[in-house]
T-cell receptor, first 115, second 109 residues
Framework: ETGVTQSPTHLIKTRGQQVTLRCSSQSGHNTVSWYQQALGQGPQFIFQYYREEENGRGNFPPRFSGLQFPNYSSELNVNALELDDSALYLC??????????????FGSGTQLSVL | LAKTTQPISMDSYEGQEVNITCSHNNIATNDYITWYQQFPSQGPRFIIQGYKTKVTNEVASLFIPADRKSSTLSLPRVSLSDTAVYYCLVGGINNDMRFGAGTRLTVKP
């Protein structure tokens, strides 16, 4: 049990719609990262938020956007959904300490299906 | 960011020791090596992290040679429940945590 919770667990949308996924960080963590994982592949880095600011972004178009709130919870928003957006979306919280490589604590993910 | 290379899959039997090696030839001086385990329909779970030599915890050991261009995750006496995908990540402070394709370990009875 990581203490990271994601909602909803499953979601079905149609092409062109918009979706918002939510993540509650583990207590004491100040960083949230979002990943997209297609079936049979490794998680692909979308972006990271540190103290409410975007702190790195992977190779995803601008229709993928995010927010981090003062309590360090986070949202992932995807506009104009495409069929290829169907995937497991994972949120990971961590604590940046200024030393070493931070350890990621993942939630169980949101399974998004785009029809 | 250092690129990592791992075997795509490995098979083992219950009770055996399993060693999964990750190559990271362009690892930087400040980079650490971290391994994660992932079961189907779950997020990855942190296993172990190291910088050099050997690190051991309650579930695994991590061996890192002096040149740090590779690392080996060692799982002692695996059981069926160790069947999972294992990922090697290399990076330092403020690096993006980018996953490769991982190694799919299958433990057979």
């Amino acid at each position: 049990e990581t203490g990271v919770t994601q909602s909803p667990t499953h979601l079905i949308k149609t092409r062109g719609q918009q979706v918002t996924l939510r993540c509650s960080s583990q207590s004491g963590h100040n960083t949230v990262s979002w990943y997209q994982q297609a079936l049979g592949q490794g998680p692909q880095f979308i972006f990271q938020y540190y103290r409410e600011e975007e702190n790195g972004r992977g190779n995803f178009p601008p229709r993928f956007s995010g927010l981090q709130f003062p309590n360090y919870s986070s949202e992932l928003n995807v506009n104009a959904l495409e069929l290829d957006d169907s995937a497991l979306y994972l949120c990971a919280s961590s604590l940046k300490t200024g030393t070493g490589q931070e350890k990621l604590f993942f939630g169980s993910g949101t399974q998004l299906s785009v029809l | 960011l250092a690129k990592t290379t791992q075997p795509i899959s490995m098979d083992s039997y219950e009770g055996q020791e399993v060693n999964i090696t990750c190559s990271h030839n362009n690892i930087a001086t400040n980079d650490y090596i971290t391994w994660y385990q992932q079961f189907p329909s779950q997020g990855p779970r942190f296993i172990i992290q190291g910088y050099k030599t050997k690190v051991t915890n309650e579930v695994a050991s991590l061996f890192i040679p002096a040149d740090r261009k590779s690392s080996t995750l060692s799982l002692p006496r695996v059981s069926l429940s160790d069947t999972a995908v294992y990922y090697c990540l290399v990076g330092g402070i403020n690096n993006d945590m980018r996953f490769g394709a991982g190694t799919r370990l299958t433990v057979k009875p």
